[in-house]
């Protein structure tokens, strides 16, 4: 039951940024907004989580709504290696009703030429 | 440092066999996750567990189980195996249960299973 919507697939030009949008209208005060991906065939990796500040790491910015009903994972430079299905959860605490990683069905992400 | 590693990759089974999965989390982690992965269902959390405890638990049949073992690592056994359960086993590893929000969980390759 994932409580996120994410458009099913994007396309981005090589060298320019992704901007991969995620609702999360009933996100709870409690829950945290995390963002993973998964290549073709590998298992998915940890990109970025936050609460409700922007968050930047070495691979990407994450922008919440001052709402916190949505939020953008921002790949500043795409290369053709950032193709894969893009997946944004919310996520609770341990000890809440929402701990467990939920994942929905992402967004894939294709980084053209 | 060492990703989480699973073995075996690769498995085919027949209906009605039973089969165990291994996952070795990265050192110093303490919780293991479990996931399954199909095409239609996309992926679906199993359970959880912790200091050899299981800590949380999704909505699969009791022919599911797991455990872990004093230093962390887990395997998942499936019983009496059925068509549907063909999928990619994904096991994911974290620091710990509890910490502050911090707990990003690194998956391993995963397991692909066959059910024939």
């Known amino acids: 039951d994932a409580k996120t919507t994410q458009p099913t697939s994007m396309d981005c030009a090589e060298g320019r940024a992704a901007n991969l949008p995620c609702n999360h209208s009933t996100i709870s005060g409690n829950e945290y907004v995390y963002w993973y991906r998964q290549i073709h065939s590998q298992g998915p990796q940890y990109i970025i989580h936050?609460?409700?500040n922007n968050e930047t790491n070495e691979m990407a910015s994450l922008i919440i709504t001052e709402d916190r009903k949505s939020s953008t994972l921002i790949l500043p430079h795409a290369t053709l290696r950032d193709t894969a299905v893009y997946y944004c959860?919310?996520?609770?605490?341990?000890?809440?009703?929402?701990?467990?990683?939920?994942f929905g069905k992402g967004t894939l992400l294709t980084v053209n030429p | 440092k060492a990703g989480v590693t699973q073995t075996p990759r690769y498995l085919i089974k027949t209906r009605g066999q039973q089969v165990t999965l291994s996952c070795s989390p990265i050192s110093g982690h303490r919780s293991v996750s479990w996931y399954q992965q199909t095409p239609g269902q996309g992926l679906q959390f199993l359970f959880e567990?912790?200091?050899?405890?299981?800590?949380n638990k999704g909505n699969f049949p009791g022919r599911f189980s797991g455990r872990q073992f004093s230093n962390s690592r887990s395997e998942m056994n499936v019983s009496t195996l059925e068509l549907g359960d063909s999928a990619l086993y994904l096991c994911a590893s974290s620091l710990a249960l509890g910490s502050s929000g911090r707990y990003e969980q690194y998956f391993g390759p995963g397991t692909r299973l066959t059910v024939t």
């Open positions: 567990y912790f200091s050899e405890t299981q800590r």
């Open positions: 936050g609460l409700k």
């Open positions: 959860i919310v996520r609770a605490l341990p000890g809440g009703s929402n701990y467990k990683l939920t």
